[in-house]
């Protein structure tokens, strides 16, 4: 069974940087696509971006297009997230997410193993 262990978030300052990272351990045969989405107080969970399996295809989510950037390792076990010119409205809890398929998908549906989710808040 694949489990998925997110790195710690974080507080950063409006306009700051973070990086997540997401790592895959177990019965990881088969690559899939993987996903980042994020809860935020009172919300319901929302897509952030996306990645094939082999990393040659990416979707984000338009309120963080141009600022965030999915990517994974040559590995492809590890899957990263890199936040930019972060803004308050990007305070959430975020989850990766492993795929069912192949593709970059968008739909949280599309997702079978979750992990444990990290609190990143923008806040001067």
């Known amino acids: 069974q694949v489990q998925l262990l997110q790195s710690e978030g974080g507080l950063v300052q409006p306009g700051g940087s973070l990086r997540l990272s997401c790592a895959a351990s177990?019965?990881?045969?088969?690559?899939?696509?993987m996903g980042w989405f994020r809860q935020a107080p009172g919300k319901e969970r929302e897509f952030v971006a996306a990645?094939?399996?082999?990393?040659?295809?990416?979707a984000y989510a338009d309120s963080v297009e141009g600022r965030f950037t999915i990517s994974m390792n040559d590995d492809k076990n590890t899957v990263y997230l890199q936040m930019d010119s972060l803004k308050p409205e990007d305070t959430a809890v975020y989850y990766c997410?492993?795929?069912?398929?192949?593709?970059?998908?968008?739909?949280?549906?599309?997702?079978?193993?979750w992990g444990q989710g990290t609190q990143v808040t923008v806040s001067s």
């Open positions: 177990g019965r990881t045969s088969g690559r899939t696509g």
């Open positions: 990645i094939s399996w082999n990393g040659r295809w990416t």
């Open positions: 997410a492993k795929g069912k398929g192949l593709a970059a998908n968008r739909n949280d549906e599309q997702y079978d193993t």
